[in-house]
Antibody, heavy 123, light 110 residues
């Protein structure tokens, strides 16, 4: 059974870089059928898609965050990672990693999610 | 790009049917049959309940169904049960090669 687990600091100072890793177990991140994505949810708010990456490194990204986001994949460790730079209080959220279905020219639903990790931005 | 529009809340009595709308544009919901719906209970991760408009993942109740008209997708929950009380989020692929989410709808079972 495929599982995803987020890891990283729960507290980040303003202007610094938020770094999270998602470890995939019970299956290969190198599957040709899926992308791997990051989604966040600010307290009491809706979901916001951040970016998605294929095992080859191809990405789909959210233009509103793209300038601050770096996403990478490490197939040898079955992990993918998120870095968000120059964080502010507005970046305080629960961050989820998830597996994402793909088609020939699109990405689709997130079908398996990690449990999420809360990241607070505060000095 | 703008988020998809969902009603903030919908309520219904046990056994009733309710429908949640998800309105986008011709650049997302209206063009692509790639609307997904997620159920999220408090403090939990979202769970996929419908994808590609009306397809249910294995194990999801057939009380959940989806449809689309023009730029609006809809989720219908039939035979409403207490366990259906949760937040529901829609999402869609968009022509800008992005994923858009709605603001979420809180479903209350009266």
């Amino acid at each position: 059974q495929l599982r995803l687990q987020e890891s990283g600091p729960g507290l980040v100072k303003p202007s610094e870089t938020l770094s999270l890793t998602c470890t995939v177990s019970g299956g290969s991140i190198s599957s040709s059928s899926y992308y791997w994505g990051w989604i966040r949810q600010s307290p009491g708010k809706g979901l916001e898609w951040i970016e998605s990456i294929y095992y080859s490194g191809s990405t789909y990204y959210n233009p509103s965050l793209e300038s601050r986001v770096t996403i990478s994949v490490d197939t040898s460790k079955n992990q993918f990672s998120l870095k968000l730079s120059s964080v502010t209080a507005a970046d305080t959220a629960v961050y989820y990693c998830a597996r994402q279905r793909r088609g020939a020219y699109y990405v689709d639903a997130f079908d398996i999610w990690g449990q999420g990790t809360m990241v607070a931005v505060s000095s | 790009q703008s988020a998809l529009t969902q009603p903030a809340s919908v309520s219904g009595s046990p056994g009733q049917s309710i429908t949640i709308s998800c309105t986008g544009t011709s650049s997302d919901v209206g063009t692509y049959n790639l609307v997904s719906w997620y159920q999220q209970h408090p403090g939990k991760a979202p769970k996929l309940i419908l994808y590609e408009g009306n397809k249910r993942p294995s194990g999801v109740s057939n009380r959940f169904s989806g449809s689309k008209s023009d730029n609006t997708a809809s989720l219908t929950i039939s035979g409403l049960q207490a366990e259906d009380e949760a937040d529901y989020h829609c999402s869609s692929y968009a022509s800008s090669r992005t994923i858009l989410f709605g603001g979420g709808t809180k479903v209350t079972v009266l």
